[in-house]
């Protein structure tokens, strides 16, 4: 019975695609800033456009090119996509508010008070490349550590969590956890003095009258490895206590935290994400 069943959906399949080709689907032309588009008007329309477009629509807005570089190594800072907003080049912090860090050989370190954007940001793509020190003589939990606070509240935890080390803080604590709600699907730390990188996808928490509607969702990789996968965030970074959220505007300034741990940072840039037909 399930092999007629197969069967009879196997020919459904061989007509259906035999009678688009008889019937000579017509090729659409169009010119576009990346050259002609060929594509289709006799095709259905999709209705997830308020048919707007049909399937394989020439006419549907090209989303624009990007011209990307060389992702980071260890030793060398990796390139900004084209389109993005380069908040630290290895030179210059005009992005930033006024601040004691110090910025030299290609990075900026932690001294004193934490680093905040004068933009402010709402849903992004955000690339950061961060070194944890190599000699750290300090407290254990103090240990290279910083934080990426995306609106300045959701913390994305940085730590030298390195399993070299004889102590370990704890895991909604360390490198990539987000800090005091969930810790990262696999610990990808390298060792204190190499630099590592953090992509991070970020979806902005929403408010209507002061009440989240939407809480906000992150997905990220450290050194290139998955480690939040469309993960809800809980609310505001908190220590020894339960997270909340409270209400904010659409778009807040990106912080990256200074700690008592004289944490470096190269190459950091952003990209705000909107839609590509918008
Ligand atoms: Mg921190």
């Known amino acids: 019975m399930r092999r007629e069943i197969q069967s009879t959906l196997l020919i459904a399949f061989l007509l259906c695609t035999l009678s688009t080709v008889a019937e000579g689907a017509e ?43 060389a992702a980071a190594t260890r030793e060398l800072p990796g390139k900004a996509p084209e389109d993005a907003i380069v908040l630290f080049d290895g030179k210059d912090l005009s992005k930033w508010e006024e601040s004691k860090w110090k910025v030299e050989n290609g990075y900026t370190e932690v001294t004193h008070g934490s680093l905040k954007t004068k933009e402010a940001f709402g849903d992004c793509q955000l690339h950061v490349e961060w070194m944890a020190p190599a000699d750290w003589k300090g407290r254990m939990m103090s240990r290279g550590n910083s934080g990426v606070l995306l609106m300045g509240r959701y913390e994305i935890q940085i730590f030298d969590s390195h399993p070299m080390h004889d102590e370990q803080i704890y895991p909604d604590g360390q490198a990539a956890s987000i800090y005091a709600q969930t810790p990262p699907l696999v610990n990808a730390c390298r060792k204190p003095g ?3 990188t953090f992509d991070i996808v970020f979806t902005a928490p929403v408010f209507e009258d002061d009440k989240l509607v939407r809480p906000a969702r992150v997905t990220m990789f450290h050194n290139g490895v998955l480690v939040h996968n469309d993960q809800e965030i809980m609310g505001a970074m908190t220590h020894r206590n339960i997270c909340v959220y409270r209400p904010h505007a659409a778009k807040e300034p990106l ?24």
Do not use: A, C
């Open 255 to 278: 912080v990256l935290q200074g700690h008592g741990s004289p944490v470096r940072f190269r190459n950091v840039w952003i990209r705000p994400l909107g839609d590509s037909e918008e």
């Open 27 to 69: 090729l659409v032309k169009r010119d576009s800033p990346l050259g002609t588009v060929l594509g289709y008007k006799d095709t259905p329309k999709l209705p997830w456009t308020d048919n707007k477009y049909h399937v394989h629509d020439p006419d549907r807005p090209m989303p624009k090119h990007v011209v990307t570089d």
């Open 194 to 196: 190499e630099w590592q």
